[in-house]
């Protein structure tokens, strides 16, 4: 008995002294089954569930392992002794009524031992420990197995509350960092560097922005580092078996084990992750939320992530801010610019274009024959080029005067955004008084339309040109896009298109995506048009 004290106290310090969690729970078992001469030895870990959600052994080979397959669960006897206050002893395992015996290729085991594992008053796992050298396990095995079940819940306790502080250094350093990356008014994007503290912080694979978009159900990655960032930068997720508005009422989400779809440039596949969601800011039908992620096989997001990712939520939102005002501040510039151009062109190329008509055309008047009638030519060439210079500065100063307040200035914004990795930038033409008839519910559908259709154009059929007509024919305004890429192919079966489909049934209007005969995609929508923004000549009779 001496003996066994002595290498209690031997096995107590060697426990103690370590403060890496998953080392502790691996010298337990071991230390276990050397401390009472046990052929097997066993730890199992609790989940929120009250069941196992990891299991540590000692005795079992990894073919043997891997020929068992699954874990145990924490059914019958090891079930049993979750909720058992003393330790269990059995000389004959199979005699017990609550054994419900082993997987195929699972090593014989005949006499058991078990002890709960308490870490203060939270019952943390069990130890288990089966076939005693000895035959059977005796009241000093139990008395040293409880003794043991002690010091371990006090290693477990110490191991915890060292990855504890040094997850909240770790935390509080990346803050740090931020603030004073925040504070350096840079003009290299902060975003990247931010997100990628944050994910250091909350040790995940992934950290991202995103726009939970509520009447399609879908999340939007705006911003992403980490793990295959790369493919994730230009996708969407939409769930299976949730719906994301559940994550829109402005508190944060833990989503783990969720199962999503995503619509990546190389085409959609299913996943399974641990995800994480703490809105920040909202727009009509959209919230923007910051998120981290773990693939399915990592490791599942707690509450205590929460906080760490909504510490970083306003130094995003500074950042964000502060890329606003610089845009804003290089589209005044680029406005201004543009209107330093209008007022040259009309000022000096205009009136010295006008100039060099007039003189050709008072030389015209003073010849015959074919030279009257080239000069006349280039007159009329003149006039051509006046008028198209004129148009030109009617279209700068008309953005730098309402761009984004119309349907047509919009839509030419999401072209420019989305065909802007094109070799040819998109075609854009408007038949009709289109501004004048759409109101505001069609606006918001027709420019849902032409990104859906663009982003799919872009990603996906890896079309080199695309061309968009928005047109007002007859009751309807209609939405033609015609592409030359590889066709729709199973494009046609995505959740986006049959978005678009439900938005034309909406205004009783049509949609169609067919393979065009030259090859590519011809997709055509059209919505009916109010009857009071019906104008006159295209009203139906």
Known sequence: MQSRLHNLIRVNQAITSDLDLDSVLHRIVAMAAELMNAEFAGMGVLGPDREIEKFIHSGIDPEVELAIGRQPEGKGLLGAIIDAPRPLSLSALGDDPRSIGFPPGHPSMTSFLGAQIRVRDEIYGNLYLANSRSGTFTAEDVELAEALAATAGIAIENARQFDESIRRERWSRA?????????????????????????????????????????????????????????????????????????????????????????????????????????????????????????????????????????????????????????????????????????????????????????????????????????????????????????????????????????????????????????????????????????????????????????????????????????????????LVLDDGRGPGPMARRSGLSNLEMRARRHDGTFVVEERPTGGTSLQWSGRLRADRTPAGHAHP
């Open 175 to 479: 803050l740090a960092e931020a603030a004073r990356g925040v504070m350096v008014d840079e003009e290299v994007e902060q975003i990247p560097r931010l997100l990628e503290r944050m994910r250091d912080a909350a040790q995940t694979d992934v950290a991202l922005i995103c726009s939970i978009d509520e009447e399609v159900d879908e999340v939007i990655v705006e911003h992403v580092v980490g793990f295959n960032s790369a493919a994730l930068a230009v996708s969407r997720a939409r769930p299976v078996d949730m719906t994301f508005s559940q994550c829109t009422g402005g508190d944060a989400a833990v989503l783990n084990g969720v199962s999503l779809v995503l619509d990546t440039a190389e085409g959609d596949f299913a996943t399974q992750c641990h995800l994480l969601l703490v809105p920040f800011a909202t727009t009509p039908g959209r919230r923007t939320a910051l998120c981290v992620a773990n693939r399915g096989t990592g490791p599942e997001l707690a509450e205590r992530d929460v906080e760490v990712v909504r510490s970083f939520t306003s130094h995003v939102g500074v950042v964000l801010d502060r890329a606003e005002v610089r845009r804003t501040r290089q589209r005044v510039a680029m406005l201004e610019d543009r209107n330093r151009i209008a007022r040259d062109l009309h000022d000096h190329v205009i009136q010295r274009l006008f100039a060099t008509g007039l003189s050709l055309q008072a030389t015209a008047t003073q010849v015959d024959g074919e030279p009257r009638r080239r000069l006349s030519d280039l007159v009329h060439e003149i006039d051509g080029a006046i008028t198209q210079i004129r148009q030109s500065i009617y279209a700068l100063n008309r953005d730098s005067l309402t761009a984004g307040s119309t349907p047509r200035s919009r839509v030419i914004e999401i072209v420019e955004r989305i065909g802007g990795t094109l070799p040819r930038r998109p075609t854009v033409v408007f038949d009709g008084p289109v501004d004048l008839v759409t109101d505001d519910d069609l606006s918001h559908d027709v420019e849902a339309v032409v990104s859906e259709a663009l982003t799919n154009a872009v990603r996906h059929s890896g079309a080199h040109s695309i061309d968009v007509e928005i047109a007002v024919v007859d009751h309807s305004l209609t939405v």
